[in-house]
Structures are given as C-alpha cells and as structure tokens.
C-alpha cells in the first residue's frame, strides 16, 4: 500500500510540474511591417521620413560618395515552455529591411520578413 501511496504521489507530481508553463516574449530591433514598409517610395521618400517611420537604422554603410545603405533588422518571438518536456511551440517573426539613400532620397529599398511557427 506505502508504494501504491507513492507512485501515485510521484504521478501527481509529474502531472502537475508538466502542466506548469511558461509564456516568453522577445523582441529585438525596429519593428517593421510590410504595412509600415508600403510607405516608402522610391526617388521621392527622404531620409527624414524614414527616420520618422522607422528610427535610427542598426547599421549605416557607405557605398561610395553619393550613396549610403541603410539596414534595419527586427525579431519578435513568442514562445510557450513547460517546466519537463521544454519548448512546445513557438511563432518567429524576422524582418529585414535595406534601403539605399542617394542624396537624402531613397533610390532602392528591399525588404524580407520571414515566420516560422512551431506546435507540439
């Protein structure tokens, strides 16, 4: 009967420890958009305009006198952990946007988000 008592303590306790979970939140650089993206257009939207819409940029590249490349990068994740069995699901959005500035004006930009969802 003491080791019946005990299983099922033990079984009691897996099912509850299981069953506890965690949610996390990350998100790290300018949060970008397809949506906020839109609105850049090119030879006519400047360089304070982005700046307005999207803020200081994580890296300013020099391509020669006359141009400049912007790169904005952004990565939210949202994710669901459990104390025994970990990470059971997970969305991640990526985002990254380049833009070529050309005398204060935008003259090309390029802009890739990427999702990956994972449920157990």
Known sequence: MKNITKYLITLFLIIILSSCSQKNFVEHGTPLSKEK???I????TTESQILSIFGEPINKTILN???TQWTYQYTKKSSTSHMLIGETQ???IEGKLD???SKGVVTWFNYDENQRQKKW
């Open 37 to 39: 993206v839109r609105n």
């Open 41 to 44: 257009v090119e030879g006519s």
């Open 65 to 67: 006198s006359n141009e």
């Open 99 to 101: 833009i070529i500035m």
């Open 90 to 92: 997970y969305n991640i």
